[in-house]
């Protein structure tokens, strides 16, 4: 088992900043790759990036390139989601996810609670 607690989340301006955090703790943290996705009020869940199990590859939705980074400490079991530029359309509760090959929309083996981010136009 592998337990994911986010952290970070609340109420920006648009066009402000902020940072998730999300904590691992069980299984080797390294041996997962990790993700974030998000779901806002009536929409399916998006996905929003991944990160592979050293850091060295990641990926992003069209809708945060350049806008969002993901990234990843291992010594610390945590990974992390930098979002500068943040929109309106950025409001949703974001989850952190793990999974032993990748993480996709519809492929994770572990989820968190979810964090709330509200960006205030």
């Known amino acids: 088992q592998v337990q994911l607690v986010e952290s970070g989340g609340g109420l920006v301006q648009a066009g402000g900043s902020l940072r998730l955090s999300c904590a691992a703790s069980?299984?080797?943290?390294?041996?997962?790759?990790m993700g974030w996705l998000r779901q806002a009020p009536g929409k399916e869940r998006e996905f929003v990036a991944r990160?592979?199990?050293?850091?060295?590859?990641?990926y992003y939705a069209d809708s945060v390139k350049g806008r969002f980074t993901i990234s990843r400490d291992n010594a610390k079991n945590t990974v992390y989601l930098q979002m500068n530029s943040v929109k309106p359309e950025d409001t949703a509760v974001y989850y952190c996810?793990?999974?032993?090959?990748?993480?996709?929309?519809?492929?994770?083996?572990?989820w968190g609670q979810g964090t709330q981010v509200t960006v205030s136009s």
């Open positions: 996810a793990a999974d032993r090959v990748r993480v996709t929309t519809t492929r994770a083996e572990y």
């Open positions: 069980g299984r080797t943290f390294s041996n997962y790759a």
């Open positions: 990160i592979n199990w050293s850091g060295g590859s990641t």
